[in-house]
């Protein structure tokens, strides 16, 4: 069982960066996971935002992202980043991060097994 607790969301201005972070407990460290990142509009489905593989050798990001965030691991913190940069107004959402013990790296919400709680993040225009 991996327990996954997300901090770093806030309010912004558009332009402005945040840092999320996921931080894992529990018996199972998170090296063993490959670590996600979704978010949620009001009234939307919960998207993909990112992911990294175990050790952090492969990333991947969607298209809305690419090129602003950027995901990153310290397993000897047991934690996954989110660096987020050139924040819009569109990346208002609730945050989570996502873990699964696998060496493929799911991009889709059904495949991942633990879930934190989410982080608001709220981008002003």
């Known amino acids: 069982q991996v327990q996954l607790v997300e901090s770093g969301g806030g309010l912004v201005q558009a332009g402005a960066s945040l840092r999320l972070s996921c931080v894992a407990s529990g018996r199972r460290t998170l090296s063993n996971h490959a670590v996600g990142w979704f978010r949620q509009g009001p009234g939307k489905e919960r998207d993909f935002v990112a992911a990294?593989?175990?050790?952090?050798?492969?990333?991947y990001y969607s298209d809305s992202v690419k090129g602003r965030f950027t995901i990153s691991r310290d397993d000897a913190k047991d934690t996954v980043y989110l660096q987020m940069s050139s924040l819009k107004s569109e990346d208002t959402a609730v945050y989570y991060c996502a873990a699964k013990s696998a060496v493929v790296v799911p991009k889709t919400v059904a495949p991942y097994d633990f879930w934190g709680q989410g982080t608001q993040v709220t981008v002003s225009s």
């Open positions: 990294i593989s175990r050790g952090g050798t492969n990333t």
